[in-house]
Structure formats: C-alpha cells, structure tokens
C-alpha cells in the first residue's frame, strides 16, 4: 500500500472562510489530484481502513509537494488514557509546526468531510498536539497550528479533491 499512491496535483484554488464555531479567519486551497489505484481498489470500497489509509497517503504526498517535512504520520500521545488521542500527520514549512487532521469521504457522499471534525474532536486534537510538544520538549510558544485535510475520493474517475483548511482549530 505504501507505494499506491503519486498524485498529479493541479493548479489550486484558494479562497478565504469564517468559521463561527471557531471564530476565526481560515485559509481554503482547494486542488483536484490524479492517483492510480490497481487492484486494491476493491477493498477501498468495502473497507474504511484501507479507505483512511488512501486518503493519508493522498494527503502525505500533497503536503510533500507543497514543501512541508514530515515529522511523524499517526502520532499517539505516551499518556494516552482510555481514549485513544491521534494526529494523522505533524509536518513542519517555515520554522511552523502543524498537525493535520485528515478526514475523507467517497465522492457519492453528499456533505463535506470536514463536518465530521466537530467540538469534541477539536478539543482532542488540541490535547494531542499540546502533549506532541512537550513530549519532544518544544516550547508550547513555538509557532504550530491545526489544518484540516478534507479529501473526497471518487474511485471511478481516480480522482481525489483535497480541501486544505489552514489554521482550522484554534484553542
């Protein structure tokens, strides 16, 4: 699975949103990407697992394309309690550390993929990115933010529209 996936990405579309949830101004880049699938597109439409998983490397190569290192894919904090607390992907573009929450969803579904991140999952986030930092002993004033990657994949036509949500979260 590792190798599924070398997106084409198109010429983005960005436009600017505001969130009263959060309330706050946020970054949209909106780009429609290529990705060959082969055989394994049988279980990406019968299993979710494989389905994320797409979608996380859709959304690893995107962000490599647009400059960002990554730090760490699927981050589980040491002090995880009962709750499992995870961060899709941490990268790093321009001295800003920022943890992505990747949210997907097939092209036939009619809402978007980042309505599934609501309040709860927000706070939870935050927590996992705060614990990220002192676990690697970086300063909570270091600069770092909480994008969402919104990724609908249609598996007929191999194309995937990748909404990127910059500074998404806020605490």
């Given amino acids: 699975m590792e190798d599924l996936v070398r997106v084409q990405i198109s010429a983005p579309r960005q436009d ?20 060959p699938l082969g055989p394994s597109i049988i279980y ?10 797409l979608a996380e490397k859709i959304a690893t190569d995107y962000l490599k394309n647009k ?5 760490a894919k699927n981050y589980i904090s040491k002090w995880a309690s009962f709750d499992r607390k995870e961060i899709d992907i941490i990268a790093k573009k321009d001295d800003i ?14 809402f978007l993929p980042e309505d599934k991140v609501d309040f709860k999952k927000q706070r939870k986030i ?3 990115a705060e614990r990220f930092l002192l676990e690697k002993k970086i300063s909570l004033e270091e600069k770092w933010q909480i994008d969402v990657i919104s990724i609908r994949i249609d ?8 909404r990127h949500l910059e500074n998404a979260i806020c605490d």
């Fill in 44 to 53: 990406m439409k019968t299993s979710p697992k494989i389905f994320g998983s």
């Fill in 16 to 35: 600017w949103a505001y969130s009263l949830m959060v309330k706050h101004c946020f970054r949209i880049a909106e780009t429609w990407v290529r990705f």
């Fill in 67 to 71: 400059g960002y290192r990554i730090l």
């Fill in 126 to 128: 935050i927590k996992t």
């Fill in 97 to 110: 550390i920022t943890f992505f929450e990747v949210k997907s969803l097939s092209a036939q579904k009619g």
């Fill in 155 to 162: 598996p007929d036509s191999k194309k995937a529209k990748i």
